[in-house]
């Protein structure tokens, strides 16, 4: 079969993490017979640099007319001016809409072999394995009016909180889709005691448990659910919420698994349905990290893994999916690591040392 993918780097690490996914997903097309035809483009801030804006009009074509669109990161210091009329994330925002992408889904696990590598206690990390499902393209980061201006009183800042009905079903259809092919648990998330847009989230979610009998699904408040994440994480399976509260609590939850660097993501433009393929935009969940970019330590397993993900829910490709994750499990099992996940004894490799073994474990398993 042959496939489209749109690659954009981005900044930072992004293009080091990327390369080695795309060289593990050609890989896989060597040894399941697939042709993945790639084309690159410039976002963030090396689009501003280059051409003016962060996302070209011809590089927001290339993604929505692909079959997928595989990311690095965006940002950075050096265009983080709070005055500027442009952000290298404004490219990132414009494609998510233009693509209508609106779940980001955040799969955590934790490797028991990292336990040395993590902050919390082992018995405390023990048994985790949850995904987290974040509405992407609606409120605080979308609504108008979102504006700035000068009062005699001094500035003013505004951003709106705004969702609809059809927003808030859709992502938690989403939510409890994928409830009932795990453990059949769903966390809602809001903040239904002081916002209205959650008052009426819960309404939605209320509305809609009835339709899922096999899915026991609880209302919980963003920040009880960001204290029991620490507590006890490993009694979540699914967890949904809407877009700023799913943006903080993804973060808290990659130290579960030692390292950002460790995580992907797909963001959606549909319910992800067995045998159903979905536009989607595959990213790990790490930022450019700028203090590190070019040093050929940054660790590309979540960047690998967001490319699995990408067969699994666009390209319709479980198989493949599935031994991209099983290469990745051997090579973490082997000792393998990088240096953000390295602890004493362990066999620290670069970059792309962690690809090459990666690339290795999949074609010996052909």
Known sequence: ???????????????????????????????????????????????????????????????????????????????????????????????????????????????????????LKPDVIDGVDMVVVRELTGGLYYAQPKERHETPQGWTAVDTLRYTESEIERILRVGFELAQGRRGKLASVDKANVLESSR???????????????????????????????????SFDVIVSENTFGDILTDE????????????????????????????????????????????????IGSILSAALMLRYSLGLTEEAASIEAAVDQVVTEGYRTRDIASSGAREVSTAEMGDRIVAVLEQGA
């Not at 689009?47 to 007319?65: E, F, Q, Y």
């Not at 460790?262 to 159903?276: F, K, Q, T, Y």
Request: charged share 15%; with cysteine; aromatic share 6%.
């Open 1 to 119: 079969m042959e496939f489209d993918i749109a690659v954009l780097g981005g900044d930072g690490i992004g293009p080091e993490v990327t390369t080695q996914s795309v060289r593990v997903l050609q890989a896989a097309g060597r040894v399941f017979g697939h042709t993945f035809r790639l084309e690159y483009g410039d976002v963030g801030g090396i689009s501003i640099d280059r051409n003016g804006t962060p996302l070209l009009p011809s590089v927001r074509d290339l993604a929505s007319g692909s079959d997928s669109v595989l990311f690095g990161a965006v940002g950075g210091p050096k265009w983080d001016d709070p005055t500027a009329s442009m952000r290298p994330e404004d490219g990132l925002l414009q494609l998510r809409a233009v693509l209508g992408v609106f779940a980001n889904i955040r799969p955590v696990k934790v490797y028991a072999l990292l336990a040395d590598s993590n902050v």
């Open 200 to 234: 009426l989230w819960r309404q939605v979610a209320t509305r809609l448990a009835p339709e899922y009998p096999n899915v026991q699904m609880e209302h919980v408040l963003v920040d009880a659910c960001a204290m029991q994440l620490i507590q006890r994480p490993a």
């Open 253 to 300: 939850a990659s130290v579960l698994a030692a390292s950002m660097g460790l995580l992907p993501s797909a963001s959606l433009a549909g319910v992800p349905l067995e045998g159903r393929r979905t536009l989607g935009f595959y990213e790990p969940i790490h930022g450019t990290a700028p203090d590190i970019a070019g040093q050929g330590i940054a660790n590309p």
